[in-house]
């Protein structure tokens, strides 16, 4: 690609709902690099590991860049009507309902507003459901159930303010690594800051915690039910909020009072003294943050323990205010944009309902729609239920990976596999679901791709392309849009631009609004090309001019109704003096929804950002606001009071004697989904390269397993083979595995092939948290670690996980026989012809055996076999490949799999932003480096993203044992 002069584009993250943005910088050969943007509300420049390496994941390696029909290539022009007649036939043949799409939150909103309008509004089914079902659905449902809409009330800036923070069910300093600093932050200012962490696994979030509560897995509802009780029974409530702004807290307190504190206790597996100082302190504490992500929703009682958690906001009226309220982080990119714009099978779009017949028929109206799905659809869970037993017959899936995503994976597998007609548009040419498809449409990427996506906070940014789409790969929204025209509906979806469909989705959300709806962005809806290229990050709500923030009868201030004048792209709320149109000051809390006046991403005073300027090319005048909802109630419910929800906690038994363990899965720091994108970067390959789980001391004591075993962990639904990696971090009677790996990257690692298809009654999202299993030990004859130049394909070991490393792959290995040709395999695993030039030390009686081979003076592979574990530095063999080695005795080394004196070893990455091992922090610390600060200051680690700063901090404190011993 030539370019003629190098340019800096700004952009958002591609990874978590955090929403950070990106400079991406293209220089005049090509050459892309990136870097955090220091003016960006969510992040004020700083970006995690996963986000310092989004360059290297950008390469054409593995991309799809053609249609294909049947594994052959086609035109566009074939594929798209291929795809648009079959679906219209089996429409035509068998209802709309015998059609899906099953969608993703990798998709920028503008892709899920086509993708949802041509299947709830011209097809006329609500058969769309999203991946984001698997994120963050019952969080959905909790915020319908209290609030009456799916309103998140707070913002990010309410981390910094708080004097609590209770995180719940969420390891932030590896899932969301951005917030966990900026909380970091905040607390190194105001040391008096508490923070609780609610988990049943030590960790690494812990380092920063005052208190970590070990719950027992599934105890949330029975703490937050015992915290409101307690609330109540220490006059610790809002009595004056509860009586204006609520209905039902009568209820929700006689059910909550029905566990006593030894009850609590043991539902929760916690001591009644740890309980006691918990609800105290959350009790004694106004500017309270209750922050939940994956271990709250992944549950069968996901809702429930949602609820639970906003009971106790609302009980306290800490709510919308300043540093208080509940707050659900999201993990994917835009889980919230598809929530605007009702791409789950239970909404409509601009947060209207599905079930409410005004809402449907506003909707039909402004699309001019033919048809509009009158019952919500199936999700996702549902949805492959369907494929499997045939009343799906033709499937469309979009940016996602549900062989590898989905619980009962391998059934999800063999039901895609079946599916008469399956149609998937991906960036890559092979994924554990690509291969069933039956036509394969080449998407863009991010880099590629323009569009806008909204992170936890309603925080609207832009996506913007500063690479061309290679090949004939297309955006998502032009190749739905393409089948849309092909099915019909041509002036529906015609379309010439993302800029167009934001437009139009702007003014759907303003559509007969009139405040009586939280998502309104109405003051976009003019927007034109020019000023959609330019447009800087914005808060929702942003109203056009002249329309209320509430409907009539339900403003709470006395006077009556009042205009207020939102902002337009160009205008900050905070800046608007009030005039004789506005006498309602928007200083401070705003009256009635939403609350806002503070300028968005301020940092606290002192902080280096406070003067920063607005965003470069945002529009003349803007300067983005935060916005809070319920201070003052004003919900969306009829009576525009909040709901409390009366939720009794219920036991739930999985385990048994033949699956004694409960399995939770999660996901690393450096590794994201099933690592389409994160499996090519070599520098988040290093951290953590192959599968594992986490087992207690005791719990592997008692199963005969030790450290780095691989081990088979089953459960009644299938099994995996993975790495065992012992540790007191894990809570006993539970083992802990990610969720990353797939076919592509491994022998056996697709876990979800252990989960079962149980989900919550209410949101739909499956229990994934909490599966019983057993582990056991594989009994493996022998172990190996090679590292390679060629991407190898080890087929003869029972275990085999792959990894980039600089310069080619890293590979683990675990075999069920040992009589092996060893340098047969060597050479097929290298991919090296039989007169290659080798080199090898075999100890036949000691099961030992190092095979190198090279060509010319680079390094073809390297293997290492022995009958227990390699002790090998997988580190500083990784690094051989990038390198030459002309002398034999550079080579020698390579075979002993020992550095030279004058070449330490790094050690195992700690800190992947900078490529820094355990041994040299060990050599640091011994030299005089105490702290985590100075650590950084000799070596840079944890200067970045800072999620590997708690790692830093254990090597420190295990110095200093060893020191005092």
Request: with cysteine; net charge negative.
């Amino acid at each position: 690609m030539e370019i003629e002069e190098a340019r800096e584009v700004r952009t958002t993250c591609p990874y978590c709902g955090v929403g950070c943005g990106v400079l991406a910088k293209v220089a005049a050969d090509g050459e892309v690099t990136v870097r955090g943007d220091p003016d960006h509300p969510a992040n004020f420049g700083r970006l995690c590991s996963k986000g310092s390496a989004l360059a290297e994941t950008i390469d054409l390696d593995g991309r799809l860049l053609h249609p294909e029909i049947g594994g052959r290539r086609a035109g566009w022009d074939e594929a798209l009507g291929l795809v648009a007649s079959t679906f219209s036939r089996t429409v035509a043949g068998h209802g709309p309902d015998a059609v899906a799409f099953y969608v993703s939150g990798q998709l920028l909103t503008e892709d899920y507003y086509v993708a949802n309008k041509l299947m709830k509004g011209f097809i006329g089914s609500a058969n769309i459901d999203t991946n984001s079902r698997l994120c963050m659905a019952s969080s959905v449902a909790g915020h319908r159930r209290a609030f009456g809409s799916d309103t998140v009330p707070g913002s990010y800036e309410d981390l910094e303010l708080a004097d609590l923070i209770v995180l719940v069910g969420s390891n932030l300093a590896w899932c969301h690594p951005v917030l966990y600093q900026r909380i970091a932050a905040a607390r190194e200012k105001r040391p008096e800051m508490k923070i609780v962490l609610v988990d049943p696994r030590r960790t690494m979030t812990a380092d920063i915690a005052n208190m970590h509560l070990a719950i027992a897995p599934d105890g949330d509802v029975a703490l937050f039910t015992g915290l409101l009780a307690y609330l109540g029974q220490h006059n610790a409530l809002d009595r004056a909020y509860i009586a204006a702004h609520t209905t039902g807290f009568g209820q929700a307190l006689f059910a909550a009072s029905k566990l006593d504190l030894a009850g609590i206790a043991a539902a929760t597996g916690l001591g009644e003294d740890e309980l006691s100082r918990f609800y105290s302190l959350f009790a004694a504490t106004a500017k309270t943050v209750t922050v939940y992500s994956q271990g709250v929703n992944q549950s069968s009682s996901g809702t429930d323990k949602v609820n639970a958690i906003i009971n106790c906001h609302l009980a306290t009226g800490r709510i919308g205010k300043p540093g208080a309220g509940p707050f659900s982080v999201t993990g994917q990119p835009n889980a919230m944009g598809g929530r605007e714009v009702g791409g789950m099978a239970n909404m409509l779009a601009a947060h209207m309902e599905i079930e409410n017949p005004e809402h449907r028929q506003r909707v039909q109206r402004f699309w001019s729609a033919p048809a509009i799905a009158e019952k919500p659809g199936l999700k996702a869970v549902e949805m492959f239920e369907a494929v499997a037993d045939g009343r799906i017959k033709a499937l469309w899936i979009m940016a996602t990976n549900p062989v590898d995503s989905m619980p009962d994976a391998d059934a999800v597998e063999a039901a895609i596999k079946a599916c008469p007609f399956v149609v998937v548009s991906d960036v890559l040419a092979e994924t554990d679901t690509v291969r069933h498809a039956d036509v394969r449409l080449p998407a863009a990427a991010w880099g590629e791709k323009d569009g806008t996506v909204t992170n936890s906070e309603r925080r609207i940014s832009r996506q913007r392309a500063f690479l061309p789409p290679p090949g004939e790969a297309r955006p998502d929204w032009w190749i739905v849009a393409e089948v849309g025209k092909r099915m019909g509906f041509a002036e529906a979806f015609s379309h010439e631009s993302p800029s167009e469909i934001f437009v139009e989705h702007a003014a759907l959300s303003a559509f007969e609004n009139e405040g009586a709806r939280d998502f309104d962005i109405g003051a976009y809806a003019g927007v034109d090309g020019e000023g959609y290229a330019a447009l800087a990050p914005f808060q929702w709500p942003a109203p056009s001019p002249g329309t209320p923030l509430w409907p009539a009868g339900h403003l709470p201030l006395k006077g009556g109704d009042q205009s207020s004048r939102p902002p337009s792209p160009g205008v900050n709320v905070a800046e608007q003096a009030p005039s004789a149109e506005l006498p309602i000051s928007l200083e401070g809390e705003m009256a009635g929804r939403p609350e806002g006046g503070v300028q968005a991403g301020r940092p606290p005073e002192g902080d280096a950002q406070a003067g920063r300027q607005p965003e470069k090319g945002a529009p003349a005048g803007h300067a983005p606001t935060t916005t809070r909802f319920f201070a003052n109630g004003n919900f969306y419910t009829p009576d525009r009071k909040a709901r409390f929800i009366a939720i009794r906690p219920a036991t739930d038994t999985r385990t048994s004697p033949a699956y004694p363990l409960i399995l939770n899965t999660g996901r690393i720091r450096d590794h994201w989904h099933t690592m389409t994108r994160t499996g090519k970067s070599p520098r988040l390959s290093q951290h953590i390269a192959e599968p594992f789980v986490e087992i207690h001391p005791a719990d592997a004591q008692r199963y005969g397993i030790g450290d780095a075993d691989i081990v088979r962990v089953s459960s009644l639904r299938g099994e995996v083979l993975v790495r065992a990696l012992v540790t007191a971090r894990q809570r006993q009677g539970s083992v802990f595995a990610p969720m990353h790996w797939t076919d592509q990257f491994a022998a056996r690692g697709r876990l979800d092939a252990l989960t079962a298809p149980l989900t919550d009654p209410i949101s739909g999202q499956p229990a994934l948290k909490h599966v019983a299993v057993r582990v056991e030990k594989f009994a493996a004859k022998a172990f190996g670690f090679a590292v390679v130049r060629q991407r190898p394909a080890p087929a003869a070991a029972a275990y085999w996980a792959v990894a980039r490393c600089r310069g080619g792959w890293r590979v683990e290995l675990a075999f069920a026989d040992a009589d092996i040709d060893w340098a047969s395999f060597a050479r097929s695993l290298f991919g090296t012809p039989p007169d290659a030039d080798m080199l090898a030390y075999h100890d036949r009686d000691a099961g030992q055996h190092r095979i190198a081979a090279f060509a010319d003076d680079r390094l073809s592979g390297a293997l290492f076999v022995a009958p227990g574990p390699v002790a090998v530095s997988r580190s500083w063999a990784a690094e051989q490949v990038d390198g030459t080695h002309a002398g034999q005795r550079e080579r020698f080394r390579i075979v002993a799999g020992r550095a030279g004196a004058e070449r330490p070893d790094a050690g195992a990455t700690v800190c992947s932003c900078f490529s820094v091992g355990a041994n040299q922090i060990t050599a640091a610390v011994a030299a005089g480096c105490t702290t985590v600060e100075a650590i950084g200051s000799a070596l840079k680690a944890g200067t970045n993203c800072g999620s590997c700063r708690a790692e830093i901090r254990a090597i420190i404190q295990a110095g200093r044992v060893q020191a005092a011993e």
